[in-house]
């Protein structure tokens, strides 16, 4: 039996009770500082930010994604054929499945349903589908089950809806009781109901060209007023505009009716530049805004009053001189929304030729007080791919 006993600075060891010391003494402050040392992290480790999976990834992207070919499908498919004839075995397929994820956006294949099948074929087969109960419940392979829901995952976020066929794949691979199946069952539920559930669709791909980029914005914008027209004005044919770009204007005839109605020097202010989404991509627009509207006098008259009949088949007139004007779904508490456009600089000067193409069809507003209470525009219309291109 050995016994540990500390005295003043030195530690000796005694064996049992007879006294004897061991010959080897080792000072306290010695064993405190080894056993800091050994417990202290390599200052290496602070000094690297990126950890071992980003390495791993970074490393299948080096040496089966980056290619001199051109980026697209078969080159994708391509880089999995290599890896998957290269060993058997497929070692490290976890690790590659990571990397292709990853990439898939480059290669323009993140919304192919083959290519995440081809993706999901990697993974051997019959490997890790649990052999009992007990394997299933205590999640059989956990690191490769967690690989396969990320690309479900990956799937779902980019609005791609599997097929039986690759439930079939993901049966032959982890069985009936593994998450990947319950995953592939939830999506299979859903995904179709939320399919179709938006009012505005949009189709599986949207044009690369800024022009019809905001025609698909202003009309998700200015759905709430079937009759708005759309309009597309070319800065170049103003001999003022300093600003050489296109422009897209939207307003109804309910617009142009609320500004004609204005008196003169009303100011209206060109405000924005605001944000809308369409997918991936993204739009800013601007509105004219006009004063807000009073609001009408409440109603005091329900449907079961029977006091005030009007005999209109006798020719009796009603009690009013009037009908009450509803409100449209332009005026809102804030003021009311008079027109609104997309251009392509989101600058100023391509604004005041929007204006002045506005001036054409609403004589009216050469009469009014424009004010443009521009803070920050928020720069061209583009897709949102190729400014992240553009800010590396």
Request: proline share 6%; glycine share 4%.
């Given at each position: ?67 001199t070919e051109q980026r697209n499908k078969k080159s ?78 990956t799937m779902e976020k980019n609005k791609v809806i ?231």
């Amino acid at each position: 039996m050995l016994r540990l006993v500390s005295r003043g600075m030195r530690c000796v060891v005694r064996h049992g009770g007879s006294g004897a010391v061991h010959p080897n003494r080792i000072s306290v402050t010695q064993l405190i500082r080894q056993q800091n040392l050994a417990s202290k992290p390599d200052e290496t480790d602070f000094n690297e930010d990126k950890t071992e999976d980003q390495k791993n990834y970074e490393l299948i992207t080096q040496k089966y994604f980056t290619t001199t070919e051109q980026r697209n499908k078969k080159s994708f498919e391509g880089a999995i054929d290599i890896f998957t004839h290269k060993d058997n075995r497929r070692r490290g397929t976890v690790e590659f499945i990571y990397g292709a994820l990853r990439n898939m956006e480059h290669f323009g294949v993140h919304k192919d349903l083959a290519s995440y099948k081809k993706l999901m074929n990697v993974f051997p087969k019959g490997k890790y589908i649990p052999e009992n109960r007990l394997q299933a419940d205590f999640f059989h392979y956990p690191k490769q089950q967690n690989c396969a829901v990320k690309v479900l995952v990956t799937m779902e976020k980019n609005k791609v809806i599997p097929d039986e066929e690759m439930g079939d794949m993901i049966l032959n691979i982890f069985g009936k009781y593994g998450n990947p199946f319950k995953k592939y069952c939830r999506m299979m539920y859903w995904l179709p109901k939320f399919k179709n559930i938006s009012p505005w669709l949009l189709p599986e791909t949207l044009p690369h060209e800024a022009v019809e980029l905001a025609k698909f914005a202003l009309l998700q914008i200015t759905s709430v007023d079937p009759l708005t027209k759309l309009s597309t004005y070319n800065a170049e044919d103003l001999e003022q505009a300093t600003d050489k770009t296109w422009i897209v204007s939207a307003q109804s005839p309910d617009q142009k009716e609320l500004l004609a109605e204005l008196e003169d020097k009303t100011p209206v202010y060109v405000e924005g530049a605001f944000r809308v989404w369409l997918d991936n991509q993204q739009v800013n627009y601007f509105i004219l805004r006009g004063p807000p509207r009073p609001a009408p006098p409440p109603i005091t008259q329900t449907e079961d009053d029977i006091k005030d009949i009007r005999l209109w088949m006798d020719g009796v007139k009603s009690k009013k001189d009037k009908l009450d004007r509803h409100p449209t779904v332009h005026e809102q508490e804030d003021g009311t929304i008079l027109a609104i456009a997309a251009t392509g600089t989101s600058s100023r000067e391509s604004l005041l030729s929007w204006i002045r193409f506005l001036e054409r069809e609403n004589p009216v507003l050469s009469n009014l007080a424009v004010l443009f209470t521009l803070q920050s525009p928020l720069g061209p219309v583009i897709p949102v791919k190729e400014s992240s291109e553009l800010r590396r």
